[in-house]
């Protein structure tokens, strides 16, 4: 068994203080292409995993606003 370092996770720049945040785990994505996602209100709950690919196009959609106002 390998021991696996904890993910150092980044909140959204676009968060602001309300609690209501996206943390994502950016250091992972060179080794493992994989983007580890979470909520900052639940840190020890469950973590997305999307691939780079997938993480971007999210981040595509959000910015140009494809998903509608909060």
Same mark, same amino acid.
């Given at each position: 068994?390998?021991?696996?370092?904890?993910? /150092?996770?980044? #909140?959204?720049?676009?968060?602001?203080? %309300?609690?209501?945040?996206?943390?994502? &785990?950016? !250091?992972?994505?060179p080794?493992?292409?994989?983007?580890p996602?979470?909520?900052? #209100?639940?840190?020890? %709950?469950?973590? /997305?995993? &999307?691939?780079?690919?997938a993480? !971007?196009?999210?981040? !595509?959609?959000? #910015?140009? %606003?494809?998903? %509608? &106002? !909060?």
């Open positions: 068994m390998t021991d696996t370092p904890s993910p /150092l996770w980044t #909140k959204s720049s676009y968060s602001g203080s %309300g609690g209501s945040c996206v943390e994502w &785990a950016p !250091a992972q994505v080794t493992t292409g994989i983007v996602v979470r909520d900052s #209100k639940n840190p020890g %709950g469950p973590v /997305l995993h &999307a691939s780079s690919t993480f !971007a196009t999210f981040v !595509a959609g959000v #910015k140009s %606003g494809d998903f %509608g &106002a !909060a």
